[in-house]
């Protein structure tokens, strides 16, 4: 497929969920395909592709360390690894603060916890409030639990399906996912670790590994 014309790939087909919660800062909401793909009739039917692009994966409701949470739960947790929804819907102090309270778009966080646009003009500073669009907030949200129930049940289906071996080795997966694979110490998310394939190794034993 590589010597195809390929010039673009659609959002449908490629729709990257850390994207979406970009595209609701006020310079596009309007305007970027993700938000209008989302806004529009059928939007949710019409998205053939969903690229897990955030930091937890809907497998990780059903597997690796951690206790199994509701999907409303989860939903929560996979909203709070997005920058953009710190940001736009959230409108969190600190995240605005750790960006000197003002964004590259001209954006700015008041006093009142609400959004403006800032811009100097004939050297007086201007501030204009942001018109936002809650329910394009909702909307998102609602897509990522959209696409977590789809998940889960294809899952369901899945294990349905495994040989006795696969199911297996899942469960030795799901076992020792939060370990060391060969000397089986506790990894811990901000230990140094190291990563081939399905296996995750401390540093200690990392370095006598040999990848077949």
Not at 85 to 110: H, I, R, T
């Amino acid at each position: 497929w590589a010597d195809a014309p390929w010039t673009h790939i659609a959002v449908e087909y490629n729709f990257q969920v850390h994207q979406m919660y970009n595209a609701l800062s006020p310079t596009c909401a309007e305007v970027a395909e993700r938000t209008l793909l989302l806004g529009s009739d059928r939007g949710f039917e019409r998205i053939r592709l969903v690229h897990y692009s955030g930091e937890l994966k809907p497998w990780h409701r059903h597997l690796g360390p951690g206790h199994r949470s509701s999907v409303d739960a989860f939903v929560a947790q996979v909203l709070q690894k997005f920058p953009g929804w710190w940001l736009w819907v959230k409108k969190d102090p600190a995240a605005w603060k750790a960006m000197d309270n003002k964004s590259e778009e001209g954006v700015e966080l008041g006093a009142d916890g609400q959004l403006y646009w800032a811009w100097e003009a004939r050297g007086q500073q201007k501030r204009e409030p942001v018109v936002e669009n809650p329910e394009l907030h909702r909307i998102a949200a609602e897509f990522i639990r959209f696409a977590q129930t789809r998940w889960d049940k294809a899952w369901e289906e899945a294990q349905g399906k495994f040989s006795r071996e696969e199911s297996a080795a899942i469960q030795d997966f799901d076992r020792y996912s939060d370990r060391c694979w060969t000397c089986s110490a506790p990894l811990s998310q901000r230990q140094s670790q190291w990563q081939h394939e399905a296996r995750r190794w401390c540093t200690q034993c990392w370095w006598e590994f040999q990848p077949s």
